[in-house]
T-cell receptor, first 120, second 116 residues
Framework: AQKVTQAQTEISVVEKEDVTLDCVYE???????LFWYKQPPSGELVFLIR??????QNEISGRYSWNFQKSTSSFNFTITASQVVDSAVYFC?????????????????FGKGTHLIIQP | DSGVTQTPKHLITATGQRVTLRCSPR?????VYWYQQSLDQGLQFLIQ???????AKGNILERFSAQQFPDLHSELNLSSLELGDSALYFC???????????????FGEGSRLTVL
């Protein structure tokens, strides 16, 4: 079963619209961390946010906000008043205890990403 | 700038060949990860090293191998290359070890491999 699901493969909106990127995760662990990364057209992966499983407070950073809901195993990302520079692929990722991470890695399990296109 | 350096940035080679990708982690980071990003598979974890020792393996093919040297840089060796190996290969580093990972991974800019 996929551990991190980003059901939206591609989203296209017009500049200044608000847009929400969905992320649903699966884990049996009680302590885990969730991440969002941005991959602009230049290709590098840029860290956006980290959230631990015990902190369900929503977070806002400028035009970005994140809604973490354990009850629905979701960690959604909203961009308010989108701009062309927000165009990128956005990845949601999960870090859990090694017993639950399948490959035993300490690292991150990524979703397949959502390609966000902001049209001028 | 994440502080993680990967070389080469681009590489074009032919099927059956062997290539080596190099990664220098952030200063002080002991943990190095390799990921493969392809269009159909997304970001796949390949292998992790910590302070010179292999710590975890993911979906790494037998044709691929890696190592981490005493100076902590890492190399990913890809041999008997096939068309399907064309991908963006990322290296990431972290000062932390243990799961769950409580801090972010710092990614390099990637090495884009094209196999013709």
């Amino acid at each position: 079963a996929q551990k991190v699901t980003q059901a939206q493969t591609e989203i296209s909106v017009v500049e200044k619209e608000d847009v929400t990127l969905d992320c649903v995760y699966e884990t049996r662990d009680t302590t885990y961390y969730l991440f969002w990364y941005k991959q602009p057209p230049s290709g590098e992966l840029v860290f956006l946010i980290r959230r631990n499983s015990f902190d369900e407070q929503n977070e806002i950073s400028g035009r970005y906000s994140w809604n973490f809901q354990k009850s629905t195993s979701s960690f959604n990302f909203t961009i308010t008043a989108s701009q062309v520079v927000d165009s990128a692929v956005y990845f949601c990722a999960l870090s859990e205890a090694r017993a639950y991470s399948g490959g035993g890695a300490d690292g991150l399990t990524f979703g397949k990403g959502t390609h966000l296109i902001i049209q001028p | 700038d994440s502080g993680v350096t990967q070389t080469p940035k681009h590489l074009i080679t032919a099927t059956g060949q062997r290539v080596t990708l190099r990664c220098s982690p952030r200063s002080g980071d002991l943990s190095v990860y390799w990921y493969q990003q392809s269009l159909d598979q997304g970001l796949q974890f390949l292998i992790q090293y910590y302070n010179g020792e292999e710590r975890a393996k993911g979906n790494i093919l037998e044709r691929f191998s890696a190592q981490q040297f005493p100076d902590l840089h890492s190399e990913l060796n890809l041999s008997s290359l096939e068309l399907g190996d064309s991908a963006l290969y990322f290296c990431a580093s972290s000062p932390l070890v243990g799961a769950p990972l409580t801090g972010e991974l710092f990614f390099g800019e990637g090495s884009r491999l094209t196999v013709l």
